[in-house]
């Protein structure tokens, strides 16, 4: 089902996270995103493998997204325009990259499904721009920090910026990016402890999340929304 970019960038604005996860194991995969829907997230990126097994494993979990109504799923880790194309007819709704490529933006317009390329440095981000991007995905937050987010916004009101590599997740921290103004942080590792869901420990993976959408929830609160009124559908 086709979604346009600004309802999967207010998707994405109104939970302030975007999970981010990969098993090999396609039912533990599948009770991830059920409690990721649970806990209220509507959007959820499933990181590709860099082989076709990870093509296979997200046409299962696309066959089986109609149990979660409303829920967009895309694709990040995408590394070329080939796979982005492959990803896209088998039902993602966007896709991520870990860095900058033409061809790949050229495939996303095509298809019109949205393209968030992973930036580093605020060249990469300006050709992003040139090249249609909406949305940036700024690696490593870690090193760049919110400083850097809050530059770009301000010179970039047209661009959405979401960070990942964000390891620290106390409240004062997640208030300073969302002061920076990101659409969202995209988090993979940090709530899905590996060690949990290893152990099949559902219910703490579920509070875990549960506890860091509460905070973000009420850092959002406090904070004035980026604008997305501007955009196109």
């Known amino acids: 089902m086709l979604i346009s970019k600004k309802a999967v960038m207010f998707k994405i604005r109104s939970a302030g996270v975007l999970p981010v996860f990969y098993h090999p194991d396609v039912d533990v995969l599948l009770k991830i995103v059920s409690i990721c829907y649970k806990c209220g997230l509507r959007v959820f990126e499933f990181m590709h493998q860099r082989d076709n097994r990870g093509l296979r494993y997200f046409e299962y979990l696309a066959e089986r997204v109609n149990q979660f109504p409303d829920l967009t799923l895309g694709v990040g880790t995408v590394l070329d325009a080939v796979m982005t194309e492959r990803y896209i007819n088998a039902g993602a709704q966007f896709i991520a990259s870990p860095f900058l490529r033409p061809d790949m933006a050229d495939a996303c317009h095509q298809y019109d499904t949205i393209w968030i390329p992973g930036c580093t440095t605020l060249a990469e981000i300006e050709k992003a721009e040139l090249l249609g991007a909406n949305v940036i995905n700024i690696l490593s937050g870690n090193v760049l920090g919110p400083e ?86």
């Open 148 to 233: 850097f987010i809050s530059s770009m916004t301000k010179s970039h009101l047209n661009l959405q910026m979401i960070p990942s590599g964000i390891s620290d997740l106390r409240e004062i921290i997640l208030r300073k990016w969302f002061e920076a103004g990101v659409l969202g942080i995209k988090l993979g590792s940090q709530v899905f402890a590996k060690e949990h869901v290893a152990l099949k420990e559902w219910s703490a993976v579920e509070r875990s999340l549960t506890e860091l959408l509460k905070v973000v929830s009420k850092v959002k609160s406090e904070v004035k929304p980026v604008n997305l009124d501007s955009l196109s559908e």
